[in-house]
T-cell receptor, first 115, second 114 residues
Framework: GAGVSQSPSNKVTEKGKDVELRCDPI?????LYWYRQRLGQGLEFLIY????????KSGLPSDRFSAERTGGSVSTLTIQRTQQEDSAVYLC?????????????FGPGTRLTVT | AQTVTQSQPEMSVQEAETVTLSCTYD???????LFWYKQPPSRQMILVIR??????QNATENRFSVNFQKAAKSFSLKISDSQLGDAAMYFC???????????FGTGTRLQVTL
């Protein structure tokens, strides 16, 4: 079946603009995660959803970052007033539920470049 | 808080040889899980192997095995009979139920040479 998909694959934006990144999880997966990967770094947790609710938003770096999930499926990560330090690959993952026994399946990521 | 440390930014191995990637972690939880993920240039993170902390036996998956030293908080990955397709970034990660998220190390870039 289809895996996790993300769009766009690459996004170049000017400093100060808003961007929206989209994640389509695997059908039936109730848990969805967003991670950020800066150049040469590991993945940093941003937020996770269980269904449409976000029990843990602790990783969002500032109030310019927000995310929503509708219908227990598609999720959008929005970055307002982008800054150069927001340049990174944003990865989405989904799993059957938020439990370690359920593997997280990752999408290919969106590479965001802020000029 | 959980931390995961990978002290080898880059490693190189010849095809058909064996290589070991190091990882140490720190957690105050008694119940946790450890993972190795592979990230090829396509950016897709692929689960290589996982280890439950309560299990003493080291996990193995074909050519991949781990050396889990719980007291030392060490979790190394051994790749046997290395293949060109093993070239990638490898990330060590931990997960606890209370954190409900994966915590990653900074990665080790593995090169495989002929």
């Amino acid at each position: 079946g289809a895996g996790v998909s993300q769009s766009p694959s690459n996004k170049v934006t000017e400093k100060g603009k808003d961007v929206e990144l989209r994640c389509d999880p695997i059908s039936g997966h109730t848990a969805l995660y967003w991670y950020r990967q800066r150049l040469g770094q590991g993945l940093e947790f941003l937020i996770y959803f269980q269904g449409n609710s976000a029990p843990d938003k602790s990783g969002l770096p500032s109030d310019r970052f927000s995310a929503e999930r509708t219908g227990g499926s598609v999720s959008t990560l929005t970055i307002q007033r982008t800054q150069q330090e927001d340049s990174a690959v944003y990865l989405c993952a989904s799993s059957l539920a938020n439990a370690v026994s359920y593997e997280q399946y990752f999408g290919p990521g969106t590479r965001l470049t802020v000029t | 808080a959980q931390t995961v440390t990978q002290s080898q930014p880059e490693m190189s191995v010849q095809e058909a040889e064996t290589v070991t990637l190091s990882c140490t972690y720190d957690t105050s939880e008694s119940d946790y899980y450890l993972f190795w993920y592979k990230q090829p240039p396509s950016r897709q993170m692929i689960l290589v192997i996982r280890q439950e902390a309560y299990k003493q036996q080291n996990a193995t998956e074909n050519r991949f095995s781990v050396n889990f030293q719980k007291a030392a908080k060490s979790f190394s990955l051994k790749i046997s009979d290395s293949q060109l397709g093993d070239a990638a970034m490898y990330f060590c990660a931990s997960y606890t139920g209370t954190a409900s998220k994966l915590t990653f190390g900074t990665g080790t870039r593995l090169q495989v040479t002929l």
